[in-house]
């Protein structure tokens, strides 16, 4: 199959880029760079000549400002919601006006949607949350429509927590609890819906493979943990104490809104569709994954 991916430099794009090469796909990046050769777009200036998108199998969106690299401030948050609602807005009314569309849009989303849920167990058909995430999701995938309307299969992966040592919320703990100075979250009671990187680009793979596979599909594994439960094993798998909790106040001081929707905030999803589709995770449960991710794996 010949494929673009937009943010194919990313953690999960890089990674499902090596799965699809290695399975003898083509794939073509959709940069914001103009390189000689390279297909080309500015979401921000509304550019994206559709010509160079005639012909692709398949579109991957990964697109978006990281949420947590920052401090939630209006203009942050700004970035946050028109880098994924005005990109993919674009990318999805360009393919709907080729004449020779490719057959699925594989699209980002995330758990944001269900909001702060409690011990919740939260399906594709579970209802929209509240807060800022929510709402940014909802956008999000709205944008997708234009593709949809013409016809285009199009997946939406409600991704959950991205767990590598390369990137993402894991990266920023590691050296915490390494240094010994992990604890929990909060209460610790709620919950985080994990997936491992080599699961999550799996999964977008067979979305991209598996005609049966559209709408809102809940990517992440199916053993969602407390965050008290994920200190205790991440302390286990490094062999580190994790006795330095971090009260909700003091997040909330430290990190602001970001604080209620990223750290505190409980989804326990389960990955009904993509079970449903006969998809086997690999690393199912926590403590397997973070032996995998982290070396520890006998």
């Known amino acids: 199959m010949k494929i673009v991916i937009a943010g194919a430099t990313g953690l999960v794009g890089t990674a499902l880029t090596d799965i699809l090469i290695a399975g003898g796909h083509q794939v073509s990046p959709l940069l914001r760079v103009r390189k000689a050769g390279e297909l080309f777009w500015s979401p921000e200036e509304n550019i994206l000549d559709p010509t160079q998108l005639e012909g692709f199998d398949a579109v991957v ?7 947590a690299s920052d401090r939630w401030t209006e203009e942050k948050k700004r970035l946050i919601r028109d880098s994924r609602v005005n990109s993919t807005r674009l990318l999805s009314t360009t393919l709907a006006a080729l004449s020779s569309p490719p057959s699925v849009l594989v699209n980002a989303s ?6 702060n849920r409690g011990d919740e167990v939260l399906t594709e058909t579970s209802s929209k949350g509240t807060g800022f995430l929510a709402n940014v999701v909802q956008e999000w995938e709205a944008a997708t429509e234009p593709a949809s309307s013409k016809g285009i299969r199009v997946a939406l992966m409600r991704i959950g927590v991205v767990l590598s040592p390369k990137g993402g919320a894991m990266s920023r703990l590691l050296p915490i609890f390494q240094m010994g100075g992990g604890g929990i979250l909060g209460s610790g009671k709620q ?3 994990w997936i491992d990187l080599e699961d999550v680009a799996r999964a977008f793979h067979r979305a991209i493979m598996s005609s049966n596979l559209e709408g809102p599909i809940n990517t992440a594994a199916p053993q969602p943990v407390t965050n008290a439960e994920f200190t205790k094993v991440l302390g286990k798998v490094l062999m580190r104490p994790t006795l330095f909790p971090l009260p909700a106040a003091a997040a909330r001081l430290i990190m602001g809104e970001m604080a209620d929707e990223l750290l505190l905030a409980s989804q326990r999803l389960k990955p009904a569709k993509l079970e449903e589709n006969g998809f086997q995770f690999q690393y199912p449960a926590l403590e397997q994954s973070l032996k995998h991710l982290l070396g520890k794996a006998k």
Request: glycine share 18%; proline share 0%; charged share 5%.
């Open 191 to 193: 919950y985080m819906s």
């Open 110 to 115: 995330a758990l944001g949607y269900y909001g």
């Open 61 to 67: 969106n990964l697109a978006g400002e990281n949420i």
